[in-house]
């Protein structure tokens, strides 16, 4: 029986076997790689809860001043009261529904 040479394994090797093994290795990094950590998940809702805290700060002070003080939004130059008041508040409402 003949033996298969060196050099022709070698080659096949690099021509088959490397190239899938090089691309399941990197991807395997890539999808852990991309996902968030413990610690960046618990950031990430910490900063989430304190946007939204922000966000009804602001809505609570635009109520006060629009009882206190009508108008004000035009003349300094705030989005109008109420439901078509720009996209920010569309997608409040969205979430607030979900919340519901």
Do not use: C, K
């Not at 691309?23 to 960046?40: F, I, K, N, P």
């Not at 989005?79 to 607030?96: D, I, L, N, Q, V």
Request: charged residues 25%.
């Amino acid at each position: 029986m003949h033996a298969i040479p060196f050099g022709v394994v070698a080659i096949l090797f690099l021509v088959i076997v490397a190239p899938i093994w090089i691309v399941a290795h990197y991807g395997t990094r890539w999808r852990t790689a991309r996902m968030l950590s413990g610690e960046q998940e618990r950031s990430l809702a910490e900063l989430h809860e304190l946007a939204q805290g922000l966000e009804e700060r602001v809505e609570n002070l635009e109520r006060i001043l629009d009882a206190e003080a009508p108008g004000w939004r035009d003349r300094h130059g705030g989005p109008p009261p109420g439901p078509g008041a720009g996209p920010w508040r569309t997608m409040e409402r969205e979430r607030h529904d979900e919340r519901a």
